[in-house]
Nanobody, 123 residues
Framework: QVQLVESGGKLVQAGESLRLSCAAS????????MAWFRQAPGRERDFVTS????????YSADSVKGRFTISRDDAKNTAYLQMNSLKPEDTAVYFC????????????????WGQGTQGTVAS
């Protein structure tokens, strides 16, 4: 089993950037697809972006295309979410998750989740 720990969330101003990290431990010898989801208060957990097990494919929600970039460094067992041109509506708890298929945007398809990290964008 793999364990995930997110970090990097903080308060920033609109238009600024933020980079989140997701460190994996445990059964890291197996390559997984990795994804970021986010959940704002009173809302469902929404897909943000994902990356395939070999980094060859990425998928993103329309709301973040051109602003957010997912990457992975398997030597460090870490995935990253680079968020640029942040907007107040990007405020949420950001979760990373691992699963089989990066093309899947449904939260239930991902097997292991981190505890989340809060990102807040002030206007």
């Amino acid at each position: 089993q793999v364990q995930l720990v997110e970090s990097g969330g903080k308060l920033v101003q609109a238009g600024e950037s933020l980079r989140l990290s997701c460190a994996a431990s445990g059964r890291t010898s197996v390559r997984y697809a990795m994804a970021w989801f986010r959940q704002a208060p009173g809302r469902e957990r929404d897909f943000v972006t994902s990356i395939s097990w070999n980094g060859g494919s990425t998928y993103s929600a329309d709301s973040v295309k051109g602003r957010f970039t997912i990457s992975r460094d398997d030597a460090k067992n870490t995935a990253y979410l680079q968020m640029n041109s942040l907007k107040p509506e990007d405020t949420a708890v950001y979760f990373c998750a691992v699963g089989q298929w990066a093309s899947t945007r449904v939260a239930a398809a991902y097997d292991v989740w981190g505890q989340g990290t809060q990102g807040t964008v002030a206007s």
